[in-house]
């Protein structure tokens, strides 16, 4: 189990501390007795302990005399505002059911209290509440800062860490934990729910043997998943490999999803919706998708998403080769007239395409996309919008996965007004002239002037719609031959400048990224015609 002060997770208010690349983040732990804090408790609202290490089957729940055994939870009726810690370094296998519910001003809270790791729970028996170590049947629950790990295998809509399966619950909380060797690590059938800042991974194979893993499972309306880290849940079926981070599933009414923040690295796909073929009453709209970093196989979205669904703002890598047959990126299983689908980096390879089934239409702008192994002209797959272009994103290090833009990039100040004011890892939005295209706000500004060899020559305007000036500061070079080439390495310009100030005429050029070279050096400018 790892420490949760080492865990790579996102906190929304907290001071993100980034190293080794955008997916190292570290969760900034509370105080060293975890009290969950809320402002307005129930007059009559009670603190409990439970403790492996330092209770007694004859516990009384208080913080002296900690009960020992989650059968005294099972066993209590709790109130709005109560709260139950778990004491840190502690673990217990089995089960317990929360069956009595909080209120909007005071749910009912589990968490954790002390120093060391976080509190342990597995139930490994499948008979007993279907491996769930946690069954969740009530509203306004808070679930935090517990490691639930190797969960009980049980069916493909019964098995997970944390479970709810009631329709009609509302209101829960999922927030802070770890999840290990649970085939679903968090399943809520309820609505108005929340899932964030948690991290999942190693699940521990797949349900059976047309069922893989999945690390969020939520089936009903308003709910919102962010600022989580999934990994590696996909395993070997029938289809060759299934599973996925999250999945949005089983009839019913799916609309007001927020997922937003996450990191999902190796599963086998980002976001799966339950396809119309399968659901005879399912209805979907205002979803969400913004500020997410997926490197995936399979898919990033596959399956129905609505009308009017927004995928704003996330970076996303479609590079890993094919495990299965199904091999794309944002799979449209119904058109999206009303959606807005901008301020993306699409990086792809092995004949990918950004949208397949169905044209995404005018729903689309200001959007990247990049073939990182050349297999196609136009990875798009339809006709650019307004906005849109086809070039290297210009990351810091690719093959490293650093994905922070360099300066230069052309990623930098060409997105449209962002829907968030912080980007992945908690920086301001925007902090250049406009917001940066993909997941990772950097902090340079695509300025009127773009200066080479320290400022003896400047490109502006850079953007440009195709005349660009070329300044030398040079007095005693001022006679030379300026190329551009294009992200192939072709030579598409070749124009000897004499003057301090010369003029180029790009416009015959398609969209995209090119590279100016003055004729000084080797070096050359990255120049966005748009």
Same mark, same amino acid.
């Given at each position: 189990?790892?420490?949760?002060?080492?865990?790579?997770?996102?906190?929304?208010?907290?001071?993100?501390?980034?190293?080794?690349?955008?997916?190292?983040?570290?969760?900034?732990?509370?105080?060293?007795?975890?009290?969950?804090?809320?402002?307005?408790?129930?007059?009559?609202?009670?603190?409990?302990?439970?403790?492996?290490?330092?209770?007694?089957?004859?516990?009384?729940?208080?913080?002296?005399?900690?009960?020992?055994?989650?059968?005294?939870?099972?066993?209590?009726?709790?109130?709005?505002?109560?709260?139950?810690?778990?004491?840190?370094?502690?673990?217990?296998?089995?089960?317990?059911?929360?069956?009595?519910?909080?209120?909007?001003?005071?749910?009912?809270?589990?968490?954790?209290?002390?120093?060391?790791?976080?509190?342990?729970?597995?139930?490994?028996?499948?008979?007993?509440? !279907? $491996?769930? &170590? %946690?069954?969740?049947?009530?509203?306004? @629950?808070?679930?935090?800062?517990?490691?639930? *790990?190797?969960?009980? +295998?049980?069916?493909?809509?019964?098995?997970?860490?944390?479970?709810?399966?009631?329709?009609?619950?509302?209101?829960?909380?999922?927030?802070?934990?770890?999840?290990?060797?649970?085939?679903?690590?968090?399943?809520?059938?309820?609505?108005?729910?929340?899932?964030?800042?948690?991290?999942?991974?190693?699940?521990?194979?797949?349900?059976?043997?047309?069922?893989?893993?999945?690390?969020?499972?939520?089936?009903?309306?308003?709910?919102?998943?962010?600022?989580?880290?999934?990994?590696?849940?996909?395993?070997?079926?029938?289809?060759?490999? !299934? $599973?996925? &981070? %999250?999945?949005?599933?089983?009839?019913? @009414?799916?609309?007001?999803?927020?997922?937003? *923040?996450?990191?999902? +690295?190796?599963?086998?796909?980002?976001?799966?919706?339950?396809?119309?073929?399968?659901?005879?009453?399912?209805?979907?709209?205002?979803?969400?998708?913004?500020?997410?970093?997926?490197?995936?196989?399979?898919?990033?979205?596959?399956?129905?998403?609505?009308?009017?669904?927004?995928?704003?703002?996330?970076?996303?890598?479609?590079?890993?080769?094919?495990?299965?047959?199904?091999?794309?990126?944002?799979?449209?299983?119904?058109?999206?007239?009303?959606?807005?689908?901008?301020?993306?980096?699409?990086?792809?390879?092995?004949?990918?395409?950004?949208?397949?089934?169905?044209?995404?239409?005018?729903?689309?702008?200001?959007?990247?996309?990049?073939?990182?192994?050349?297999?196609?002209?136009?990875?798009?797959?339809?006709?650019?919008?307004?906005?849109?272009?086809?070039?290297?994103?210009?990351?810091?290090?690719?093959?490293?996965?650093?994905?922070?833009?360099?300066?230069?990039?052309?990623?930098?100040?060409?997105?449209?007004?962002?829907?968030?004011?912080?980007?992945?890892?908690?920086?301001?939005?925007?902090?250049?002239?406009?917001?940066?295209?993909?997941?990772?706000?950097?902090?340079?500004?695509?300025?009127?002037?773009?200066?080479?060899?320290?400022?003896?020559?400047?490109?502006?305007?850079?953007?440009?719609?195709?005349?660009?000036?070329?300044?030398?500061?040079?007095?005693?070079?001022?006679?030379?031959?300026?190329?551009?080439?294009?992200?192939?390495?072709?030579?598409?310009?070749?124009?000897?400048?004499?003057?301090?100030?010369?003029?180029?005429?790009?416009?015959?050029?398609?969209?995209?990224?090119?590279?100016?070279?003055?004729?000084?050096?080797?070096?050359?400018?990255?120049?966005?015609?748009?």
């Amino acid at each position: 189990m790892k420490e949760m002060g080492t865990i790579m997770i996102i906190a929304l208010i907290a001071n993100i501390c980034s190293s080794q690349g955008p997916m190292k983040a570290k969760y900034q732990g509370d105080s060293v007795e975890d009290e969950y804090s809320h402002d307005r408790r129930a007059a009559f609202a009670m603190k409990y302990y439970i403790s492996s290490e330092n209770g007694s089957a004859n516990g009384d729940g208080s913080a002296g005399n900690p009960w020992n055994s989650l059968d005294s939870l099972n066993a209590y009726k709790f109130s709005p505002g109560d709260t139950v810690f778990f004491e840190r370094g502690s673990s217990w296998s089995g089960s317990f059911e929360i069956t009595a519910s909080g209120t909007e001003e005071d749910p009912i809270v589990f968490t954790a209290y002390g120093s060391g790791d976080l509190p342990s729970l597995s139930n490994p028996d499948s008979g007993t509440n !279907d $491996g769930n &170590a %946690i069954r969740i049947s009530a509203s306004y @629950i808070t679930i935090e800062k517990l490691y639930v *790990h190797d969960c009980g +295998l049980s069916g493909p809509r019964t098995v997970a860490g944390i479970a709810n399966f009631n329709r009609e619950d509302h209101h829960i909380v999922v927030q802070h934990c770890e999840f290990k060797g649970c085939r679903v690590a968090v399943r809520l059938y309820a609505h108005d729910v929340r899932i964030s800042n948690n991290y999942m991974h190693s699940p521990g194979g797949g349900i059976n043997e047309w069922w893989g893993p999945m690390a969020i499972v939520g089936a009903g309306y308003n709910g919102e998943i962010s600022f989580n880290h999934i990994e590696g849940f996909l395993a070997p079926n029938n289809y060759g490999y !299934d $599973g996925g &981070a %999250i999945e949005l599933d089983d009839e019913g @009414i799916h609309t007001n999803w927020k997922i937003h *923040h996450n990191i999902s +690295l190796g599963n086998e796909g980002f976001l799966e919706s339950y396809d119309d073929s399968e659901c005879e009453d399912c209805t979907w709209g205002e979803i969400e998708i913004c500020y997410n970093y997926s490197d995936d196989y399979q898919w990033f979205i596959d399956g129905p998403i609505g009308r009017d669904a927004i995928i704003e703002n996330n970076t996303v890598l479609r590079v890993l080769p094919a495990n299965t047959d199904f091999n794309w990126c944002i799979s449209l299983h119904h058109r999206i007239p009303e959606a807005s689908v901008r301020n993306n980096i699409f990086v792809l390879a092995n004949g990918v395409t950004a949208f397949e089934w169905e044209n995404p239409g005018s729903s689309t702008s200001d959007n990247i996309y990049f073939s990182v192994d050349n297999s196609l002209s136009n990875p798009k797959g339809y006709i650019l919008k307004d906005g849109e272009i086809i070039a290297d994103p210009l990351f810091v290090n690719y093959e490293e996965r650093d994905l922070h833009l360099q300066e230069g990039s052309p990623a930098v100040d060409m997105a449209e007004a962002s829907r968030y004011e912080f980007d992945l890892e908690g920086n301001p939005v925007p902090q250049g002239n406009a917001p940066d295209a993909g997941a990772f706000e950097s902090s340079f500004v695509a300025g009127s002037k773009f200066a080479y060899e320290n400022g003896k020559v400047s490109i502006f305007p850079n953007p440009s719609n195709g005349i660009l000036q070329i300044e030398n500061m040079m007095p005693n070079q001022q006679n030379r031959n300026l190329t551009i080439h294009d992200q192939a390495g072709k030579m598409v310009v070749e124009q000897n400048i004499r003057e301090r100030i010369s003029t180029i005429d790009i416009t015959k050029l398609p969209k995209g990224v090119y590279y100016v070279n003055p004729g000084l050096s080797e070096l050359s400018i990255p120049h966005i015609l748009q």
